[in-house]
Structures are given as C-alpha cells and as structure tokens.
C-alpha cells in the first residue's frame, strides 16, 4: 500500500508583534534599577543640614530630637513628622523645614522670645516670655537681657515677663536687674535697677503699661520713681516707703 507522506510546511511565524506585557515588564525593571542606583547615589542622600535661629538650643541637641543626619536618605524623612517632634521641645515656638535637591535640607527655628537671665547660685539662666526659667540650660553667652536677682523661686510673675516682651528697647537696654520688692502692701511689687541709678518701684501687673513712663525720668539724678497708684520721683537720700 502505498504511503503518502505529507509535504513539509515550514511553521507558520506569527504576525502579532512582540507582547506589550513583555515590554512594560522590562521598562519597570530597567527604571526600578535605575532607580535603586540612585538612592544609593550621593544624589538621593541629604548631604547638607543647616540650622538658623536657635540660640537656645544647640545644632546636636536639634539633630538628636529631630533624627536628621547626614547621609540618610533625602527622599524618605517625612517634613511634616521632623517638624512635629522639633516643635515639641519647650523653647521652639515655631520651625519650618525646607528640601532643596539635591540633598539640602534647611531647618528655620523660632525661639520663645528670652525677656531676661535669672542669677541663681554661680549660674545665669535664659527667662522666657511666659516666665519660665530654663534651669536646665545654663547660659553661657554674652548677657543682653536684665538680670533677675534675688529670686527664690525658678520662675517669675507671667504679668513681669510679658511686661518685658513689650517694653520700649531704649528702655530695656536700660535695665540692669530685677529685683522682688519685698513689700506687704503690693506681692507683685519689683524694684528694677537702671544704668542711669535709679530705681523703679513697680508692680508686675502693671510693668508692661507704665514702666514706658521711665523715658520721662531717665535723664534726673539718682534716685527712686514710684510708679504705682501715682507717679512720683524721690531723689537718691531721701526716704520712699519700702525703701
């Protein structure tokens, strides 16, 4: 019987173009090294922190509550958790980060405004706007502010502090201390020791608004100004109640 062999047919080649899938699954893996290279490039790493505005605190004190460091990756730390765990330290009223590519990171602090320093013992310690002492902070600059002295207590009246904030800066570059002014009569009174020798007799409720009657004097002899219920000067030697 005779045994028919069937032609040969070469295999048909297909006429569909390479698959779309295959494409897009080695550009995903081609941009996905890409992009493992460049985190790890110097280029994906902050090289760069630069701190402004604090006095208070130190740079290496910011860099351990912050958790910022040099080399860590640029793209990751979140702006918004930094921002928060800065701003809960006591003496940070405000901070802004910014990012800058590549690697630079710029961190602006806002300090609770210093209104004094308190002499306590054989240190100076930095006195806030809200009357907080930093007692933990001992300040070791240049000494710009009014000394408290005489002060058992680590804090002073809010009323005083506050008072310091708005004083006139002609006037509080004036005042050399602080003083309690020891009297029954008046808790809050402090007497307040100026460059010029005098003395002003002024309760802490009322300093923000009248110590601003000081530049009326400031140019008399030494001596003492009442600023209480009525004004009234008293020259150096001559008695004032609670003197």
Same mark, same amino acid.
């Given at each position: 019987?005779?045994?028919?062999?069937?032609?040969?047919r070469p295999p048909a080649r297909s006429k569909r173009p390479s698959s779309r899938r295959a494409i897009m699954l080695i550009l995903v893996f081609f941009f996905g090294v890409l992009s493992v290279l460049f985190l790890k490039s110097p280029l994906g790493? @902050?090289?760069?922190?630069?701190?402004?505005?604090?006095?208070?605190?130190?740079?290496?004190?910011?860099?351990? @509550?912050?958790?910022?460091?040099?080399?860590?990756?640029?793209? &990751?730390?979140?702006?918004?958790?930094?921002?928060?765990?800065?701003?809960?330290?006591?003496?940070?009223?405000?901070?802004?980060?910014?990012?800058?590519?590549?690697?630079?990171?710029?961190?602006?602090?806002?300090?609770?405004?210093?209104?004094?320093?308190?002499?306590?013992?054989?240190?100076?310690?930095?006195?806030?706007?809200?009357?907080?002492?930093?007692k933990d902070r001992p300040w070791k600059g240049s000494v710009d502010r009014p000394l408290f002295r005489g002060w058992s207590k680590l804090r002073i009246w809010n009323e005083l502090a506050e008072g310091l904030m708005h004083t006139p800066k002609r006037?509080?570059?004036?005042?050399?201390?602080?003083?309690?002014?020891?009297?029954?009569?008046?808790?809050?009174?402090?007497?307040?020791?100026? &460059?010029?020798?005098?003395?002003? &007799?002024? &309760?802490?409720?009322?300093?923000?608004?009248?110590?601003?009657?000081?530049?009326?004097?400031?140019?008399?002899?030494?001596?003492?100004?009442?600023?209480?219920?009525?004004?009234?000067?008293?020259?150096?030697?001559?008695?004032?109640?609670?003197?």
């Amino acid at each position: 019987m005779e045994q028919r062999v069937p032609p040969y047919r070469p295999p048909a080649r297909s006429k569909r173009p390479s698959s779309r899938r295959a494409i897009m699954l080695i550009l995903v893996f081609f941009f996905g090294v890409l992009s493992v290279l460049f985190l790890k490039s110097p280029l994906g790493k @902050i090289n760069e922190i630069k701190w402004a505005g604090n006095q208070l605190i130190s740079d290496q004190e910011l860099l351990k @509550i912050s958790r910022l460091k040099e080399g860590s990756s640029y793209f &990751r730390f979140n702006v918004a958790e930094t921002e928060q765990r800065i701003q809960q330290i006591p003496e940070v009223q405000g901070v802004t980060i910014t990012k800058t590519f590549p690697g630079r990171v710029h961190v602006r602090i806002r300090e609770v405004r210093r209104v004094g320093y308190l002499d306590h013992g054989s240190n100076l310690y930095p006195v806030l706007q809200d009357g907080s002492v930093l007692k933990d902070r001992p300040w070791k600059g240049s000494v710009d502010r009014p000394l408290f002295r005489g002060w058992s207590k680590l804090r002073i009246w809010n009323e005083l502090a506050e008072g310091l904030m708005h004083t006139p800066k002609r006037i509080l570059d004036d005042i050399s201390e602080i003083r309690p002014g020891g009297s029954d009569t008046y808790p809050d009174l402090v007497k307040v020791y100026t &460059r010029h020798g005098h003395i002003i &007799r002024i &309760r802490a409720m009322d300093f923000g608004k009248k110590i601003k009657l000081y530049g009326a004097f400031r140019n008399h002899p030494s001596g003492t100004l009442n600023l209480l219920e009525s004004t009234w000067f008293v020259p150096k030697g001559e008695k004032t109640e609670g003197s």
